[in-house]
């Protein structure tokens, strides 16, 4: 595989580089392509066999990542026969950068729309972090589209509102307080080691490889991706007291009526695991929780091959693949 940033001219600590969206398109076992979905145009990576007919899995990133964070499930689910679509959210990576709708009902109406353009009915979506939120409110918000979920690293969002302070390490209470603030949370992500930081700090101890860390840390330096990344925080915390916030929650506070596999790293330093588990008065009997040891909040990464024995564990009870 390539480097992930080959607009870089120097490695050093905090080194400015010339990025665009193609940036982002880092080779390997997938191919990429772009999407028409709810007015924008979307970047995914796809692998698995191109048929409408095999189980599709829609894979969500979380904050501060972009497709990319995917790469070992991609594979893993691709050579089990399973179609795959890492998916740069709105905002994110070689995804369009619109100025509003980073709220999670149009980033679930993006999913929706991407899960049509594809040329099927219904998928598996699974996200990690921010994506969790959006899984997690998908089989209530765009419900024809969704056969079942996954959540990694994140609780479920009424559950989280429940805990308040609970719901995040004081470590991460506090970034996401300073990401409320305008502009300066935009300027840390682009010009300082922000995200290698919040990659450490928030995982198990040891996980970070310097390849990964310069590229998440060149993506955040595509053109309005950070602003985009922090709108979509910003609104999980403004939206709280508006209509639109109490409306998103309300729809969620009923079972979700489909398949839920949760996972969660036993060392997550954002999301603590001892409060991750949802209750059962918000999901079905379809639910299933499964604590990874040794790891932190970037699981699929930090325990790429615990995660994706699981996924296709669960993927062979809720979305089989015919012989």
């Known amino acids: 595989m390539p480097p992930a940033h080959p607009a870089s001219t120097e490695r050093g600590r905090f080194a400015r580089v010339s990025v665009d969206s193609t940036t982002v398109l880092i080779e390997g076992p997938w191919r990429h392509q772009f999407v028409p979905a709810n007015g924008a145009r979307f970047h995914v990576a796809v692998a698995g066999p191109d048929d409408r007919d095999v189980p599709l899995v829609v894979l969500l990133h979380g904050f501060p990542e972009f497709w990319w964070a995917w790469r070992h499930q991609i594979v893993t689910l691709a050579d089990a026969g399973y179609r795959v679509a890492a998916m740069d959210l709105r905002g994110t990576g070689a995804s369009d950068k619109p100025p509003i709708g980073y709220d999670v009902p149009t980033l679930c109406r993006d999913v929706a729309g991407l899960v049509r353009s594809l040329g099927v009915d ?137 398949p839920v596999l949760q996972v969660h790293g036993a060392e997550d330093r954002c999301r603590p695991a001892a409060t991750a588990p949802a209750p059962a008065s918000l999901v079905g009997s379809g639910y299933r929780f499964e604590l990874v040891p040794g790891a932190g909040h970037f699981v699929p990464e930090e325990a790429a091959d615990a995660v994706g024995a699981i996924l296709l564990d669960w993927l062979a009870d809720v979305a089989p693949l015919t012989a």
Do not use: K
């Not at 053109?223 to 922090?230: D, K, N, Q, T």
């Not at 915390?237 to 506070?253: E, F, I």
């Open 122 to 258: 219904r998928a598996v979506i699974v996200g990690h972090g921010v994506g969790g939120s959006v899984a997690w409110a998908m089989p209530s918000l765009e419900p024809m589209v969704t056969a079942a979920v996954g959540s990694i690293a994140m609780p479920h969002p009424v559950h989280a509102r429940a805990l308040g302070r609970a719901a995040l390490t004081p470590t991460a209470l506090r970034h996401l307080m300073y990401f409320q603030l305008p502009t300066l949370p935009e300027r840390s992500m682009t010009r300082t080691d922000l995200v290698p930081r919040l990659l450490r700090e928030w995982g198990a101890d040891g996980w970070l490889t310097a390849d990964a860390a310069e590229t998440y840390r060149v993506a955040a330096q595509v053109p309005f991706a950070a602003h985009s990344a922090m709108e979509r925080l910003r609104w999980l915390v403004r939206s709280t007291p508006r209509t639109d916030g109490r409306r998103y929650l309300a729809r969620l506070r009923t079972p979700v009526p489909v």
